[in-house]
């Protein structure tokens, strides 16, 4: 089945708006970044909406790229965070894997599981969902019945403590 008979009005919102949101991306983005992957996120999120009923669709099209933005940003700060090597760690050579170092890596993520089990269960599930299973927020948000607002403060909650425990474990 084509895509305009699955999401009536999706051909005509990719039509009008695909050049105006690379733009959009492309004012935002670093010289080298694709902005043809963000637009096509705007799109594959719009496509599960009823866009007929939309009263404003320029608004919200520009709302959700603003969205596609944030947890962009997002998913690279958690990515640098989960990233950072920790104190004691050499990364001069890092094919050389000593026992000592992959100890430390088993201790560090076990550590990292028992925070995460240390949280409520709502603010894991999020979590679990968002970095686990590469669920946007504003889906997770839908899927459980919360609001985008409520993902976030979860999220941060989320990273917050876990950050918190591994430096006091460090």
Partial sequence: MPVAARHPGLEDVAARYRAPLLRFFRRRLEPGEDADDLVQDVFSRLAGQDLAAIAHIQGYVFQVAANVLRDRARRASV???????PDGFDIVDEAS?????????????QILIAALYELPEMVRIVFSHYHFDGVAQVEIARRMGVSLSTVEKHMARANTHLLQRLRKER
């Fill in 79 to 85: 990515r640098s965070i989960m990233t950072a090597v």
């Fill in 97 to 109: 894997f000593s026992p000592e170092r992959i100890l430390q890596s088993r201790e560090m993520l």
